[in-house]
Antibody, heavy 118, light 111 residues
């Protein structure tokens, strides 16, 4: 059974960056395809990007290209999502989720609330 | 504006059946049998309920079923129970450049 435990809530000022972590247990990170999905308050789910095993690369939603970086530390089985140039519209709960096959997100972290406010 | 279109809300009484639609295009829902459905209770992470259009993960009740016709996928919940009250999201693979798109979500109210 895969378990994903994310880092705690963050408060950031506009223009800053935030880095959210997602610790994997039950499996090793190399066995998984990790993705990130966010949800603004009262809004729907929005896919941000993740590892595509078909071509072995990390892919990002066009909306976040240039502002988001997803990395992995296989020595600690921890995935990271860093979002830069934060603005108020980035206030959201950020989830890590494992992708068993192109959009089948079968395990989810508990979510990390990122608040962007001056 | 979400890529996939869902009704904002649906409702039903305990024991009844409801269906939630998810309309996409020939570039996503219509091209791939890779629609998944997620249930989300307030303050909780989403939970996978249906994948590949009609398959249920282990542990998901057989009251939940999925189907697809053309560019529209559907989630049906039969024998509605109070604990089914939640938000439901559809998601579809949309090709290697877009990867996936989500629907805007549907709030299910059990009357």
């Amino acid at each position: 059974q895969v378990q994903l435990v994310q880092s705690g809530a963050e408060v950031k000022k506009p223009g800053a960056s935030v880095k959210v972590s997602c610790k994997v247990s039950g499996y090793t990170l190399t066995e998984l395809s990790m993705h990130w999905v966010r949800q603004a308050p009262g809004k729907g789910l929005e896919w941000m990007g993740g590892f595509d095993p078909e071509d072995g690369e990390t892919i990002y939603a066009q909306k976040f290209q240039g502002r988001v970086t997803m990395t992995e530390d296989t020595s600690t089985d921890t995935a990271y999502m860093e979002l830069s140039s934060l603005r108020s519209e980035d206030t959201a709960v950020y989830y890590c989720a494992t992708d068993s096959r192109v959009g089948i997100f079968d395990y989810w972290g508990q979510g990390t609330l990122v608040t962007v406010s001056s | 504006q979400s890529a996939l279109t869902q009704p904002a809300s649906v409702s039903g009484s305990p024991g009844q059946s409801i269906t939630i639609s998810c309309t996409g295009t020939s570039s996503d829902v219509g091209s791939y049998n890779l629609v998944s459905w997620y249930q989300q209770h307030p303050g909780k992470a989403p939970k996978l309920m249906i994948y590949e259009g009609s398959k249920r993960p282990s542990g998901v009740s057989n009251r939940f079923s999925g189907s697809k016709s053309g560019n529209t996928a559907s989630l049906t919940i039969s024998g509605l129970q109070a604990e089914d009250e939640a938000d439901y999201y559809c998601c579809s693979y949309a090709g290697s450049s877009t990867y996936v798109v989500f629907g805007g979500g549907t709030k299910l109210t059990v009357l």
